[in-house]
């Protein structure tokens, strides 16, 4: 059993900053890639960033140089840090991994999503 669990968000204003953090927990082998997604009202989910077990990153194309995401593999967590954030970057952030266990294959897994509110 893995569990993924997601704090951090809350409400700031524009050009705020924010911190997020997953951590997993559980049986855990093996961990591949780690990400975060966002969606909001009416919108489908979609990528926000994600970091591979060796480091390497990709963004999605509305936050690249305003969100860092970064893990520590010691603590099998990943954070968001969110800079000069917008109003549009309101919606839910969910935690995504892909992982091994000490009895089941790589497989995804989400954690309960954490909200994000960028308003004045």
């Known amino acids: 059993q893995v569990q993924l669990v997601e704090s951090g968000g809350g409400l700031v204003q524009p050009g705020g900053s924010l911190r997020l953090s997953c951590a997993a927990s559980g049986s855990i082998f093996s961990m591949n890639f780690m990400a975060w997604y966002r969606q909001a009202p009416g919108n489908e989910r979609e990528l926000v960033a994600r970091?591979?077990?060796?480091?390497?990153?990709n963004y999605g194309d509305s936050v690249k140089g305003r969100f860092t995401i970064s893990r520590d593999n010691a603590k099998n967590t990943v954070y968001l840090q969110m800079n000069s954030l917008k109003p549009e970057d309101t919606a839910v952030y969910y935690c995504?991994?892909?992982?091994?266990?000490?009895?089941?294959?790589?497989?995804?897994?989400w954690g309960q999503g954490t909200q994000v509110t960028v308003a004045s």
């Open positions: 970091v591979t077990s060796g480091g390497s990153t």
């Open positions: 995504n991994a892909l992982i091994r266990t000490t009895t089941q294959p790589f497989r995804n897994y």
